[in-house]
C-alpha cells in the first residue's frame, strides 16, 4: 500500500536530462536549476532521501542515456522508490519506450513517478491525458529532425561543411562554418602522405608515429581542449592505429573539398549512419586551403588501390580460438595459417608488430602441436582418474568446495562493502546539499561533488545487484558427484580435442 505524501519514505531519484533538441540554453533551464526545482518538491512530497541522475547534452529519442540507465539499474536493484521528473519529456520523446515506463516498469517496480511541471503524480491515480503528452513530445522530437534535416540540406548544397573539421584543420574563428589550417596537425597529415609515397603501408607509418613520439589525433585534440563526440580512445598518447593512417589518406578533404551527405539515417529514431553513395553527395572543390596538392593525393589513392593483395583461404575458427593469451603481454593470439601451405596451421600474438602494445617477439605455436600436447593432458587425468576413481573424486570435491567457499566469502566481503559505502554516499548527499543551503558551499562545488557521489553511487548500484545475484546462484549449487565421474570418463578414449573439452 502507498504511503500519503506526507510520510513519504525511500529514496527519490531526481532525474535532470537536457538535449540542444530542447532549446535549453538560457539558465532558467540549466541543470543545476533543474536540481534545485526536483530537490525543492521531493523535499514538499516528504523525501529526504534524494539521488540525482543527470544527461546532459544528450537527446530525448534514444533511451541509451547513461544516467538515465544508471537510474533503472538503481530502480531494479531495489533502492529506488519515486522519481521526479520536471516534464515527462525529460524521460524521453520515443512515445512507445515512455509508455512502457509510465505503464509498465514503474507500476511493478512500486515507483511513484512526478512530473512537476505536468502535474502528474502517480500516487493521486492515473492521469488519462498522460499518453497524449507522450505523444506530442515525440511529434516534437519529429518536427525538430524534420527542420534540422531542412536546414542541413540546404546548408550542405551550398559548400558549408556538415562534419566537424578533420585532423589537420581546425575551424575558422571568424567564421566558424568554414574550416583553416592547424599548422602543427596538417604537418603531421603531410608526413604520413610522404611515407605512404615511400611505398609504407598505414601499419609503418602508424609504427612510425608511434616511434617518434607524435600524439595521436585524439589526443591531440584533449591536448588543445577540443571536444569531439563519440567513444573515447583507449589507446595510449602517442599510439597510432593503423586504421587511422588509412583513413587520413583517403579523405579527399585535404585537397582543400568540402564533401557533404558521406552518410545519413534512416530515421530520427535510428542513430546508426548508412554510407551515402557517391552520386548523392554534394561535392565542393577548392573550398578552403589544401593541406595536400591534388595530384600527390592521386598519386596516393593510386597507391592504395594498385597495392597487391595477398590470396585469402576461408578457414574454419579452431576450438582453441578466444581462449588463447600471449605470455608477455596478455592480448589475444591470433589463429593464421600459412599462405603457402594451408594445412600449416598456428597461432600468434601481432602486438609485437602492431605498435599497439610493447611485446618483445612475435610468440607463435602449432595448432597440431598443441592439440597433440593437450590431447596429451587430458588422457592423461582421464586416466589417473580411473584408477584412482575414490581419491580424485574425493580431492577434486574437497578443493571445488574450498575454492567456493572462498569465492564465496569474498564476494560477501565485496557486497559488505558495497553496502556500507551506500549508506555513507546517502549521507554525505544529505550533509551536501545542508551545506549548499546554509551557503557553506557554492553552487559549482556543490554540482560537482554532487556528480562525482551520483557517479560512485549508481556504479555501486550495477555491482550490488550483480553480486547479490552470483551469491544466489552459488547458494543453489551443488556439485554432484556422479555428473563429475561421468564427464571424466567420457574422456578416457577421446581421440579429438572439441570446442567443449576446451571450454
Known sequence: MKQSSKY?????????????DDNMDNESNSIQNLKKILQKVAKEKGYADTIFFVDDGITGTTMKRPGFQKMIQAIEAGYISAVFVKDLSRLGRNYIEVGKLTEEFFPQHDIRLIAVSDGVDSDEGEDDFTPFRNIMNEWYAKDIS??????????????????????????????????????????????????????????????????????????????????????????????????????????????????????????????????????????????HEPIIDRITWEKVQSLHTTRRRRTTVTQEP???????????????????????????????????????????????????????????????????????????IKAMMGRSAKVAQND???????????????????????????????????DARFAKMAKRYEQEQGEAAGKIKALRLELKKADGKQMDMDFFLETIRRYTDATTITKRSVS
Open 146 to 287: 524534420k527542420k534540422r534535416r531542412i536546414v542541413n540540406k540546404m546548408k550542405g548544397n551550398s559548400g558549408i561543411p556538415l562534419s566537424p573539421p578533420p585532423y589537420g584543420y581546425i575551424k575558422n574563428p571568424g567564421d566558424p562554418q568554414f574550416w583553416v589550417i592547424d599548422p602543427e596537425a596538417a604537418e603531421v597529415v603531410r608526413r604520413i602522405y610522404r611515407l605512404a609515397l615511400e611505398g609504407n603501408g598505414p601499419m609503418q607509418i602508424a609504427t612510425a608515429l608511434c616511434e617518434a613520439g607524435i600524439l595521436n589525433p585524439s589526443a591531440y585534440r584533449t591536448s588543445k581542449g577540443i571536444s569531439k563526440g563519440g567513444s573515447k580512445s583507449t589507446l595510449e598518447p602517442t599510439k597510432w592505429n593503423h586504421t587511422t593512417v588509412k583513413k587520413i589518406l583517403t579523405l579527399q578533404e585535404y585537397c582543400g573539398d568540402v564533401i557533404n551527405f558521406k552518410s545519413y539515417s534512416k530515421s530520427y529514431k535510428v542513430k546508426r549512419r548508412i554510407e551515402n553513395p557517391e552520386e548523392n553527395r554534394a561535392i565542393f572543390l577548392n573550398v
Open 408 to 442: 564465496r566469502a569474498r564476494k560477501q566481503r565485496e557486497l559488505d562493502a558495497l553496502l556500507a559505502r551506500d549508506k555513507e554516499l546517502d549521507m554525505l548527499f544529505e550533509r551536501l546539499y545542508e551545506d549548499n543551503v546554509s551557503g557553506k558551499i557554492d
Open 8 to 20: 513519504a519514505t525511500g529514496t527519490a531519484a531526481l532525474y535532470c536530462r537536457l538535449s540542444r
Open 318 to 392: 579452431s576450438v582453441f580460438s578466444g581462449v588463447m593469451k600471449c605470455p608477455e603481454c596478455g592480448g589475444n593470439l591470433t589463429f593464421h595459417f600459412n599462405q603457402n601451405n594451408h594445412d600449416i596451421k598456428f597461432f600468434s600474438c601481432n602486438n609485437h608488430n602492431s605498435g599497439l602494445r610493447k611485446c618483445s617477439s612475435t610468440h607463435y605455436i602449432r595448432l597440431d602441436f598443441l592439440e597433440q600436447v593437450v590431447l596429451y593432458e587430458v588422457k592423461r587425468l582421464a586416466c589417473f582418474a580411473n584408477e584412482y576413481e575414490n581419491d580424485f
